[in-house]
């Protein structure tokens, strides 16, 4: 999470892109290698798995409707074989269960049609998650995202550099989101990680939780730009946007 730099900066990272539709795969071809990014393609779920047990892969960016075998099955059978980042892309319109695929191993999902500088970002969080997740116990004490800066040790946490009083539990709740940008956080696994056995009958406990962050770090908290819902699934701290 911190701004140090390390080895694997400077190597091109290389994706497998799974897709059908050839407008697609160009446009990615192109812009992926733009922003740095080594693309072998596969244009089904079957020539997708061959060619997975072939290379070595840092990411993958699974297309859901595909010839032969889903993205599904696609993702559930490299989930077997390795821990590679999975992102998953949809179309829009089509029937997504996101909580699905969120529990069948994929790190985040996408929707057609979407703009390259927020899969981009997408590709990068899930990317730098990884490396953190690798590299546990060099990980800063202090989380930085957007506006907000977590004191970790001190259990202090900053606005816009003004300190605000979190209680426990909201402390350790955004962490969780902080630590994962970008990525949608199910309600179960909130509750989970936050509250564990410790969550008891009411249901609004986690939505409670959510309103006094927000009215602390949102300027609006009726219209939050940083605390997402995600309807019926849960919610998501936003990438921060940059400014060109
Ligand atoms: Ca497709």
């Known amino acids: 999470m911190g701004k140090k730099s390390n080895t694997r900066t400077n190597k091109r ?4 892109v799974v ?5 697609f795969v160009e446009a990615l071809n192109i812009g992926l ?13 079957q020539e997708a798995l061959n060619i997975f047990s072939r290379d070595t892969f840092d990411l993958v960016l699974l297309d859901l409707m595909l010839p032969k075998l889903s993205g599904l099955d696609v993702c559930r059978s490299i989930r077997n074989l390795s821990d590679v980042p999975i ?6 319109g089509e029937e997504v269960d996101m909580v699905l695929m969120l529990e069948i191993g994929a790190d985040d999902y996408v929707t057609k ?6 899969l981009v970002a997408r590709m ?3 990317l730098r998650r990884r490396e953190v997740h690798e590299q546990d116990d060099l990980v800063d004490e202090i989380i930085e995202q957007g506006p907000i800066r977590m004191d970790i040790d001190a259990r202090r946490c900053f606005v816009n550099d003004e300190e605000i009083k979190l209680r426990k539990k909201e402390f350790a709740l955004l962490r969780l989101l902080l630590e994962n940008p970008g990525r949608v956080l199910t309600r179960e696994v909130l509750i989970d990680r936050v509250w564990g056995n410790d969550y008891v009958g009411d249901t609004k406990t986690l939505d409670v939780h959510i309103k006094r962050l927000r009215s ?17 699934v849960g919610y998501r701290f936003e990438l921060t946007k940059s400014s060109s």
């Open 13 to 16: 990272i290389h994706v497998l």
């Open 19 to 23: 897709e059908d539709e050839e407008s």
């Open 33 to 45: 290698d733009r922003e740095g990014f080594d693309v072998s393609v596969a244009r089904d779920g």
């Open 87 to 92: 992102i998953i892309v949809s179309a829009k």
């Open 113 to 118: 049609p979407y703009r390259l500088r927020e």
């Open 124 to 126: 990068r969080a899930v």
């Open 216 to 232: 602390l770090i949102e300027d609006d908290p009726k219209s939050p730009i940083h605390i997402t819902t995600v309807r019926g």
